[in-house]
């Protein structure tokens, strides 16, 4: 979509295109509302303004919608067809996936949740590399980590969305 559509559309249609980003409503909110932008530019600072407060709250809503990485997202929705792009180029092969599946238990007993990273542009052994050094981290080392992969994640969907 171009960005001179994207301002265009009604408020409700257009926060359709960017909640998948991350199911935000205030962030949704804010990203719709900062409407009309003259780049797209403008369009991630203003989301990167509206992400910057998010707290440990909206990182477990966030996560509802997250599959553990190395799995692929099931269903038809934008939220779903995002993650498996992102993933697509991670590569995992049969040892890597066995050591992402065992990495993945791990993080889930020590945290309560999955494993958050933005896989895109990360290959498989950077990934698995990252989840064994954040296993070591405090609750909160690790809630903000988590929260920062969030915030780039759906940065780089929105831009997706706005230059797509």
């Given amino acids: 979509m171009s960005l001179a559509s994207f301002n265009a559309l009604d408020p409700g249609a257009a926060a359709g295109l960017v909640r998948p980003c991350v199911d935000n409503d205030e962030w949704v909110k804010a990203v719709v509302d900062g409407r009309p932008y003259a780049s797209v530019e403008d369009a991630l600072a203003r989301a990167a303004d509206a992400a910057a407060g998010w707290t440990a709250a909206d990182l477990e809503h966030a996560l509802a919608h997250h599959p553990r990485i190395g799995d692929q997202a099931a269903g038809t929705t934008s939220e779903a ?20 599946l065992a990495g993945n238990r791990a993080y ?8 958050l990273i933005r896989a895109a542009g990360r290959g498989a052994n950077e990934i698995l590399t990252e989840l064994n050094r ?12 988590a929260i920062e992969q969030l915030r780039q994640i759906a940065l780089l969907r929105l831009r997706g969305v706005l230059e797509g």
Avoid at 81 to 100: F, K, P
């Fill in 134 to 145: 954040r296993l070591n981290n405090s609750d909160d080392q690790e809630t903000e980590e």
């Fill in 108 to 115: 889930e007993q020590r945290f309560g949740r999955v494993f």
């Fill in 81 to 100: 067809t995002m993650s498996r792009n992102e993933q697509a180029g991670v590569g995992l092969n049969s040892v890597s996936g066995s050591q992402m």
